[in-house]
């Protein structure tokens, strides 16, 4: 139970908690502040359910820092594969050498220093420093935003920085009050209870307002102004920029490249990128000493990136001849059985594709059950 005297907003949420909260995820019950991390890196962008077995997973393979920072970066982009944001294991590896490195193996106990490592922000770096150390942060990922935009009345988009200020100051006066009698474990549960809430009650599309234990507080439920809350980000329009990508078949495999460890889709297998206005035919011959097919189109599509927004042409080829080199692979392309390549470190785009593949009658029977005798080895 909360103390009598704590600010109503925080008592009702820890009342609520009490009885409507989440409790045994798997990185609950735990003061470890490395399983701790790996947890809130996962959620960023993710919901808990698809998070859940990756975790165990994550953590099977890699029990703590120095087991992450000695595996190499495939592995963990490998281990990474299907969760998207591939940033996150590529931060998360060069964060984990960084402690090794800096802090002797020992993870951070400040939010400053915590803050400091790769793919930590403020608010990520807060959740670690109260569920692994109990201190007195305050927390404002996206739930949290919505939650206090909407019960503050906040118009202005929040991602628009004096708009993010004023919810920070929101965030840090409607803590718990620290130390003394009845402060306890509050600061955990509380900020457990925001993150619960906004998962499960607060949510985007149709908030459950009716059991909110905010409702009596909340200016936008007041004022009917839950569906305008928070407002969105003012148009833009994102530059567009193309390209096609070779989907290279051959003997039920199909040709991945590795990228370039940065830039887009750094250090992931992809179908090779062909620049704009190439013929497809020289393009394969010159750059991989190869004699291709041409099968039927598969249908344009777009990927947004934060930036810009790609839009992709999908060029199914069968490969006819090829050089010995090029058939073995290397290090820098390969072939993959598309059950491979799914499990494989691959960008959202190249997954999506895969599945595109698999409805594409011509393409899939080409992939599964054409015969080769064109083939030879140059
Ligand atoms: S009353 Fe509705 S809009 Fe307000 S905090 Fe609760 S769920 Fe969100």
Redesign the pocket.
């Known amino acids: 139970m909360p103390d009598k005297n704590m600010p109503e907003f925080a008592a009702k949420l820890i009342d609520w908690h009490g009885l409507h909260g989440r409790k045994n995820l798997p990185w609950q019950n735990t003061r470890d502040p490395y399983a701790i991390w790996i947890s809130e890196i996962m959620l960023q962008q993710t919901q808990v359910s698809t998070v859940i077995p990756y975790y165990a997973r994550f953590l099977q393979r890699y029990p703590d820092i120095g087991a992450l920072a000695a595996a190499s970066l495939d592995d963990v982009l490998a281990q990474w594969s299907g969760l998207g944001y591939y940033s996150r294991g590529r931060n998360l590896h060069k964060a984990a050498r960084r402690i090794v490195e800096d802090h002797g193996g020992k993870f951070p106990d400040k939010a400053d220093a915590i803050q400091g490592l790769p793919g930590v922000g403020r608010s990520t770096a807060a959740a670690i420093a109260v569920f692994a150390y109990g201190k007195r942060h305050a927390i404002l990922d996206g739930n949290v935003k919505r939650?206090l935009a909407?019960?503050f009345g906040m118009d202005g988009y929040p991602g628009v920085k004096t708009n993010e200020r004023r919810l920070w100051e929101k965030a840090e006066e409607l803590l718990p009050d620290p130390g003394g009698a009845g402060m306890g474990n509050h600061i955990e549960v509380y900020t457990q209870a925001l993150m619960d809430l906004g998962a499960t009650?607060?949510t985007r599309a149709r908030?459950?307002?009716a059991v909110?234990p905010?409702?009596e507080g909340?200016l936008?439920?007041r004022e009917s102004r839950?569906r305008e809350l928070p407002m969105r980000r003012p148009g833009k329009r994102l530059p567009e920029r193309k390209t096609s990508l070779l989907i290279l078949i051959r003997q039920g495999k199909i040709l991945l490249e590795k990228r370039l460890p940065a830039g887009v889709w750094a250090s992931l297998w992809c179908f090779p990128e062909m620049p704009g206005d190439e013929d497809t035919h020289a393009y394969c011959n010159r750059c991989f000493n190869m004699e291709v097919g041409l099968l039927p189109p598969m249908d344009e599509f777009h990927h947004t990136f934060t930036h810009f927004r790609l839009k992709i042409r999908p060029l199914p080829l069968q490969v006819v001849s090829l050089s010995p080199e090029i058939a073995e692979g290397d290090a820098g392309v390969k072939w993959f059985t598309p059950d491979e390549a799914l499990g494989a470190a691959i960008p959202a785009p190249v997954r999506k594709l895969f599945a595109r593949i698999d409805d594409s009658r011509t393409v899939s029977r080409v992939l599964w059950h054409s015969s080769y005798s064109l083939e030879h080895a140059k």
């Open positions: 939650i909407r019960y009650v607060c908030p459950k307002c909110c905010l409702r909340c936008a439920f839950v």
